[in-house]
């Protein structure tokens, strides 16, 4: 399904009026950015950044979508006849995906015709707000678990299938080895695993017999699920019964998974029995409703857990379903010339930043793996040795501080140039990587789950004067 | 994108498995249910059905899909060769969308070959939670607007594209009259509304030469957004300008939209204002980040709102943003004769009804227009003109009742047949009467948003006598 028309209607009625008041061609630029974090969080893993400069380098009109506009009866003809050829003319700036990207801070900027960057608004922000959301979810969980493995189970609470599919991208790049959902492994090049539900378990007689007919199958992929009648009774003994049988035939078994009652005490009483029968590597996975303060309670309780699957509160973020990245205007050509753009608001949180902007990360001199600030720059400021700037957040007395011995690295980088031309990594592996370096270069008190250390970010002083300037002048309007 | 993957890998490890140990071909029946309505409510407005049977009328695997299943190296060929020629065999039995449906009672019963039946488990569950949940937000919040019209307006932070699109007509079927989905409103043809966004007025010199540039292009479409700089020093008292000089020109202006600040305030003031320059029947809508809560609460406090336009809490039930509905095998084939199957757990409400069912919604024989209670039988029950039945909630003490005095209709549909003739409603506003009217039936102490008094559900004495063998048998075991 083509998504040009993913679009919210004002959309549509704005590039309208732009094409009608001749100002659809003025060069404009947008910014994407968050307020909040999600869950009372520090910061957000960016991800959706691939799928966007798919979606923008391929965007275009069909004839079919051109008749559904034309049939609204709301738009001028030679509006509808500009659509029809209208392609992409845009270029995007944006941090690379699985960068820990703090509020206020642009994801993406993106520069081209005013008509086409209103147009993609609402695409880009449903892509970009939803994969960064599960990324992020997926980096609490899995920190909470401690590097043991974490699967990503959750295609059928997902909020419709492009939710599986795209979150099960966006939870690989936060941290999960694998996922549940074969499109998604197939599309993303990721291991798709899982073997058995319960219906297994129900289609033979009994469960012993279930799990011999599944050890016969995969002699090598037996993780037998022991909750569908009673684990300790039941499943734990049948699978030790099964375990030995597979052993005798030259078979080591992997382990068990329990979906159901309470993990904790289930999991150390298993592990004593398949211990004692001599399967002390039998793994033992978890798999009930879990988030990242379960599985740290679980662990903390001496849980022997070696695995986790993860389903509804992963894919859907449960906890906290909605990151609110907004689109902005932060500049506007005006005969021939850029104009800086602000959004006023009585609320001081919601007065945008003009301009176009870079964000840098600065490394201590000394000590180069160490990130120590981030800050907010206008894109033509000279960053040298010493930097002079105010606090981005609105929450703090607005004292000027002087940065220094820091080693500055720019963040946005240019991913797609007006001809087209794509550098954005696709592999979601190759993105986690790179997260984990990028989030091993935070303070630990940053990367708490629980109210976590809010990371210094700065504006420079340019920015904030040119912010002020601004401000006076809509006001005095 | 065809969905044939979008299933779990275990699904086609045990479809896999059932084919080796010949059990692929047995006929099987599992049950979509949920036990937990969202936010403590004590239904679920059905929804997804037409995009179900959609997908299971045209589900087969392409040579793609094939080729990818045979890369992991971990199913048989003969499988694999009979996946190719695979198409969909099932039957569906289903509550039409739109129909309010309780815990334990099937949305959908499935019915066809084991291995078929298992394939789609992640898919239809996606689609059926997903749709189901956001048409039961919908619900709450049209339900506080209290027949005002409510715009869907959450393309940007739903959960990917499709969350935006399934949830627009969830939405509708909910209670919404349109949606800003410009795709939604195509693919389901229902109205697509919304004016414009802040970058209008920035775009502009200033907000009133924004506001008449509108008024020109849009004379009778001027609902202006008035809190870009300051709602009543700016925003209103710049509309009413420009709603004089329409009038003037032979047009009346529709009215404003509020999408920030104090709204219950704003609007009264904004009320006033209008009504004081000739302008009472000019609309106020509003649209910042609002749910069922918050309406009500702004209409208690009288603020003059004729419009809602809902965002975030509603495209992902924010407040409550997963449906945990499962499916459950009910019953399969043994030698040719159909077997009950259950599924038993140590938690009591988990353990599941047994053997084909029909759902008897129950009205007042002496007042047909009143519902007085459902009741799940099994399938072959003669429904009589009295019922012996036990509730079907586990935490009430279970006594048995004798229901007499009622008309019984049969909620359960047949909606597609293994030949695939499909009879399902598609159009949302069609389903969205059919549950208006359902709902009007219910109690209105059950549609309460808080505290809802529990529709009584009953299950047969037959159901309930079977549901025991099961579970001594399987105790016993």
Redesign the interface.
């Known amino acids: 399904?083509n998504?040009e028309?993913?679009?919210?209607?004002?959309?549509?009625?704005?590039a309208?009026?732009?094409y009608?008041?001749l100002?659809h061609d003025?060069q404009?630029r947008?910014d994407v950015f968050y307020r909040k974090a999600p869950d009372d969080g520090s910061f957000v893993i960016s991800a959706g950044l691939k799928q966007v400069v798919d979606e923008v380098k391929n965007w275009h009109f069909s004839p079919d979508?051109i008749a559904?506009?034309k049939s609204?009866k709301?738009f001028s003809d030679d509006f509808l006849f500009y659509l029809t050829e209208a392609h992409n003319r845009c270029s995007i700036e944006a941090l690379p995906e699985g960068t820990p990207v703090f509020p206020q801070e642009p994801f993406l900027s993106i520069t081209g015709p005013?008509m086409d960057v209103?147009l993609l608004?609402?695409?880009i922000?449903?892509?970009i707000?939803?994969?960064s959301?599960?990324a992020t979810k997926a980096w609490q969980i899995t920190s909470a678990a401690d590097n043991r493995p974490v699967m990503e189970?959750g295609?059928?609470?997902?909020?419709?299938?492009?939710?599986?599919?795209?979150?099960a991208r966006a939870a690989i790049i936060g941290g999960c080895g694998s996922t549940?959902?074969?499109?998604a492994?197939?599309l993303f090049n990721v291991p798709?695993?899982?073997?058995?539900?319960?219906?297994?378990i129900?289609?033979f007689p009994?469960?012993l017999t279930a799990f011999r007919?599944?050890a016969k199958?995969?002699p090598d992929?037996a993780a037998l699920l022991v909750?569908?009648?009673?684990v300790l009774q039941?499943g734990v003994p049948n699978a030790i019964k099964v375990f030995k049988e597979l052993r005798a035939a030259g078979h080591e078994p992997v382990g068990i998974r329990i979906d159901?009652?309470d993990i904790a005490q289930l999991a150390k009483q298993a592990r004593k029995m398949m211990d004692d029968a001599g399967f002390p590597d039998a793994k033992i996975t978890a798999s009930n409703a879990l988030d990242a303060h379960i599985i740290k309670s679980l662990l903390n309780q001496g849980a022997p857990l070696d695995n986790f699957g993860i389903g509804?509160?992963l894919i859907?973020?449960?906890s906290s379903?909605?990151?609110?990245g907004v689109?902005?205007?932060a500049a506007?050509e005006n005969k021939g010339k850029w104009e800086p753009?602000?959004?006023?608001?009585?609320?001081r949180e919601?007065v945008t930043l003009p301009g176009h902007k870079q964000v840098y990360r600065l490394y201590d001199k000394h000590d180069p793996q160490h990130a120590v600030a981030d800050v907010i720059a206008l894109a033509d400021e000279q960053i040298g040795s010493k930097i002079t700037a105010i606090s981005a957040d609105v929450h703090v007395t607005r004292n000027k501080v002087i940065l220094t011995d820091f080693i500055a690295k720019p963040l946005l980088q240019q991913v797609l140039t007006p001809d087209k031309t794509a550098t954005c990594e696709a592999n979601p592996f190759v993105i986690q990587r790179f997260a984990k370096k990028n989030l091993a270069q935070l303070p630990a008190a940053t990367q708490r789950l629980l109210n976590p250390d809010h990371f210094p970010v700065y504006l420079t002083k340019r920015l904030v004067d040119l912010q002020q300037k601004l401000i006076d002048e809509?006001?005095n309007?």
């Open positions: 399904m998504h028309l993913l679009t919210d209607m004002y959309e549509f009625s704005m309208n009026g732009y009608l008041t100002s003025k404009a947008f979508d559904y506009l609204l709301h005013l209103q608004e609402t695409l922000l449903n892509i707000n939803h994969q959301l599960i189970f295609a059928r609470r997902a909020q419709g299938p492009d939710a599986a599919i795209y979150g549940s959902n074969v499109l492994a197939k798709a695993v899982g073997t058995m539900a319960h219906a297994w129900e289609s009994d469960e007919a599944w199958i995969y992929n909750d569908t009648y009673d039941s159901s009652g509804e509160r859907t973020s449960s379903p909605v990151l609110s689109y902005k205007m506007l753009k602000i959004k006023i608001s009585n609320s919601k809509a006001t309007m």
